[in-house]
């Protein structure tokens, strides 16, 4: 059994195809695996496995007739439980959506059928997304499987730990500041945030819709690769969604000989930085100079206002977006814990008592920045800074193929370290958030460990740029 939990995406399809092993088999380890590992992890929070082996045996029927599969057939799969599954619940780790069922497929769970994906269950979050610890989840904390008395990261945290626990062969998150590279590199494993419209976001409860993206988490970046070509695409549901010519363009780089990568002097003098985090990712880049590359120092000058004005214009959109949540239309209600019925106290007690700290936090914010008198001094600007940040990019590619970067100023912090101090939170996402706000894609794949636990190298790419980020991704991988 343990062979079949240690399986790559690529090699899992290779013997499904060879009939060396069955669909059934391969859901039927991780089933067995997940009842007892996650009573220690916590990745989950619905699972859904007596589904998944009757997809399995689907998969297993097309096999016996000779059918073709695709790469992803009979292999199973995590879900952000942000990302919607039909006739499944969809909490986003909230209360106020505790028993909301979704009444339709998100676009990338539409695909994922039509490739016949096996779903194993929905992974927990920090609520609404809204954090870098998955320790805001409604539920409980998720815990890291390096090592259990710290965070797995977030907000895609659930996802990140089944994958890194075995508890599923790849698993699909959201990142709106980070939250899939972040957490993907506190566990050890690769999470890709695409370019923003490379992947519909149709189906995805949205927090910020100018930054969120979906993308994959995996155990090797040519994974990556393979659930990106089967999710990316234009949506006619998604008006910022591009066609598939443009999003699979193929990238200038065929190795990392002769590859330019520049590496940003700000990210290296960034206050709290971990010194064995730092010595990582600079041996990981000496490694990829060894190898043939050209790596070039460049100046990514408005790094520093990044966390500023993404703390401005994310909870902006959060307060729009998460209006809906009135205790009217769906989810948690005071009607239903007794409320006399009055409207005003119906809106005011069902989102006092449905959301949690950090997503009041967020939208308290966000109303405030938008409100008479704020908007020009502090919305108005942060959107400014948001375009100098994209023309900093702009000029680095002019320069450079990519741009390698640190993931994580830091390795995993224990469970409970940063609660207290949520600007300390903020600065979690410092190397993550900058890519967001500039719409770019971005990888994370692990370089090493620093004091026993996984760092991750962030390689950054011009927009449209995954194949970039997937040939050097993967050549890093061998050196």
Request: charge should be neutral; hydrophobic fraction near 40%.
């Amino acid at each position: 059994m343990h062979d079949l939990l240690t399986l790559t995406l690529a090699d899992a399809h290779t013997k499904l195809a060879a009939k060396e092993i069955s669909a059934r088999e391969l859901v039927e380890a991780h089933s067995a695996h997940s009842k007892e590992k996650d009573k220690e992890i916590c990745a989950y929070v619905s699972r859904s496995f007596t589904e998944a082996l009757a997809q399995a045996d689907r998969v297993d029927e097309k096999r016996r007739f000779g059918n073709d599969l695709s790469p992803l057939a009979g292999v199973p799969v995590a879900i952000k439980d942000n990302i919607l599954i039909k006739g499944h619940t969809a909490t986003a780790s909230s209360k106020i959506l505790r028993d909301y069922i979704a009444p339709y497929d998100a676009t990338v769970i539409k695909k994922l059928k039509e490739r016949d994906a096996v779903f194993i269950g929905k992974t927990n979050m920090d609520e609404f997304a809204m954090g870098s610890s998955t320790e805001n989840s409604a539920f409980f904390p998720t815990k890291n499987p390096r090592d259990i008395s710290r965070v797995p990261g977030g907000s895609s945290g659930g996802s990140a730990a089944a994958v890194a626990s075995d508890q599923a062969i790849y698993a699909l998150g959201s990142d709106t500041g980070g939250s899939i590279r972040q957490p993907a590199s506190f566990c050890g494993i690769v999470g890709l945030k695409p370019t923003y419209g490379a992947v519909s976001r149709y189906g995805v409860m949205a927090m910020a819709s100018s930054l969120d993206q979906i993308g994959p988490l995996t155990k090797t970046v040519a994974d990556a690769e393979l659930v990106f070509r089967a999710i990316a695409g234009r949506d006619a549901h998604d008006a910022t969604s591009v066609s598939s010519s443009r999003v699979h363009a193929k990238s200038p780089l065929r190795s990392l000989v002769g590859a330019r990568i520049g590496v940003p002097k700000e990210y290296f003098a960034v206050k709290g930085m971990d010194g064995e985090v730092r010595l990582c990712v600079e041996q990981a880049i000496q490694k990829m100079e060894r190898a043939g590359a050209r790596i070039e120092e460049i100046s990514l000058p408005y790094t520093s206002h990044a966390i500023s004005a993404y703390y401005i214009i994310m909870p902006a959109e959060v307060s729009s977006n998460l209006a809906r949540y009135d205790g009217i239309k769906y989810g948690y209600s005071t009607y239903a814990a007794g409320g006399d019925g009055v409207l005003s106290e119906v809106y005011e007690r069902s989102r006092s008592e449905g959301f949690g700290k950090e997503v009041k936090r967020r939208i308290m914010l966000g109303t405030y920045v938008l409100s008479a008198g704020y908007y020009d001094a502090y919305y108005k600007k942060a959107q400014q800074v948001r375009t100098k940040i994209k023309e900093d990019f702009v000029k680095a590619f002019e320069k450079v193929d990519m741009i390698a970067t640190p993931t994580s100023p830091t390795t995993a912090f224990r469970i409970g370290e940063k609660t207290k101090d949520p600007l300390e939170m903020y600065l979690a996402d410092v190397f993550t958030v900058p890519v967001n706000l500039a719409g770019l894609p971005a990888l994370s794949l692990p370089c090493g460990d620093a004091g026993g636990l996984p760092v991750g190298l962030q390689f950054i790419a011009p927009w449209w740029g995954e194949d970039t980020l997937f040939t050097a991704g993967k050549a890093f991988e061998q050196l």
